[in-house]
């Protein structure tokens, strides 16, 4: 990357930079391959953060399914954490997981599920797992809440075999006027896929291990006995350990991390978080194969108004970046984002991979769950990891003057309504988004890989006037 005019003396947040057309001979977005260097795995250069509202299994497997990896948080207990992994490994890498219900459950239940998942349905099925029926919630319309489903349901069935090529099954989805279909094996119920899954199938490629099962990533804090939590999460199956704190560039985080490392193996570990060259060389000295870049730019963080601590994101990732390359290694962007060229100027400035937490949180997928405010809007509840509230979840255990004492201190935002965009509801819509973006910058860039993003990148520094110019506009000026 370079810039455009001399680089500024100060230093740069994303809505400060923006990239310049270069001459291409890219034809079209779709000859752009975003495989991140290192990525072990993965297809796309995308993280979830580990925050508890937002990453829990159902985000995990979605985002493995189209190419990149969420990180289970560091406070879900060991056992809790097993059962994830192993049902991770065990999800299909195409069909999605259904909702499933029996035909004498009620509508309520039915409705109390539904907006877990983006494909929008409920198959009731049999004894033998062998659906019967299709459930929606427009079904739903002038029933009684407590009327079972065998009353309301949809039995005449379009259903797809396991194995029925992608372009089959949307044509067949298409002609039957469906949005989604049970997939069987035999009779019995496998997964459920939609016309969107389909195509998303054929330009997707999943996240997957040696295996051929869906990659898993699993945070780890710098207290109690780390050592033993990773060697735990190596024996459980987990692809990437993530050792992290807001502080990432403390003495403690080093030694921890050298634990970690022993303990993992040939398992990379991401490390973080740190803003400078040198905490990217220490994290890189005790272990760290990949470093974490940022603190202060999340949307639910309060660390910069609490202590004035942090760095503007553009400028850690350009030098941290810098770096971690330099040492053979690769830096995560993690915060700041919002939208899809935030993404595309951290990997234009050196970043391997981007984490997004926030604008994940209000997605079908996310931990958190749906709730409607009083004029019937979807929202999801989102909060800092280092907020009131998960401090007082993370300290569940200590007495309760240990407890009191720590949710004194706080620095991140205990509740914020996340809502559900009702054209992009899913996480995979806003992958859609997001790849649609980043393939489209590296088509101006004249780049097919995101390293010639790097390479050729040129970026200038603009003004807020700018930045607003950029925008779009959504009613008449």
Known sequence: MRFLDPKPTYELTYNDVFMVPSRADVRSRMDVDLTPAGGGGLTLPVLVANMTAISGRRMAETVARRGGVAVLPQDIPLEIIEANVAYLKSRHPVYETPITLQPTDTIQHALNLIHKRAHGVVIVVNDAEEPVGVFSEQDAEGFDRFT??????????????????????????????????????????????????????????????????????????????????????????????????????????????????AAAGKTPVLAGNVVTREGVRDLISAGADAVKVGVGPGAMCTTRMMTGVGRPQFSAVLECA???????????????????????????????????????????????????DTEGRLYKESYGMASHRAVKARTREDSLFERARKELFEEGISTSRMYLDPHRPGVEDILDELVAGVRSACTYAGARTLEELHQRAVVGVQSAAGYEEGRPVKVSW
Not at 235 to 250: E, I, S, Y
Not at 339 to 357: C, E, F, K, N
């Open 148 to 261: 079972q489903l065998h009353r309301v349901m949809a039995t005449d069935l379009v259903t797809i075999e396991e194995g029925t090529p992608l372009k089959a099954v949307f044509e067949r989805l298409t002609e039957g006027r469906v949005p989604a279909a049970p997939v069987l094996r035999g009779k019995k119920l496998l997964g459920v896929i939609t016309r969107k899954g389909a195509l998303r199938s054929t330009l997707y490629r999943p996240a997957l291990d040696a295996q051929g099962r869906l990659l898993t990533a699993v945070a780890i804090g710098i207290n109690g006995d780390v050592k033993a939590k990773a060697e735990a999460l190596v024996r459980f199956g987990a692809d990437l350990l993530v050792v992290d704190t807001a502080h990432g560039h403390q003495q403690k985080m080093l030694e921890v991390l050298e634990q970690v490392r």
């Open 322 to 372: 810098e770096e971690a390359r330099r040492l053979g290694r690769h830096a995560c962007a993690d915060g700041g984002v919002r939208y899809p060229r935030d993404v595309a100027l951290a990997l234009a400035a050196g970043a391997s991979t981007v984490m997004i937490g926030s604008w994940f949180a209000g997605a079908h997928e996310s931990a958190g769950d749906t709730q409607r």
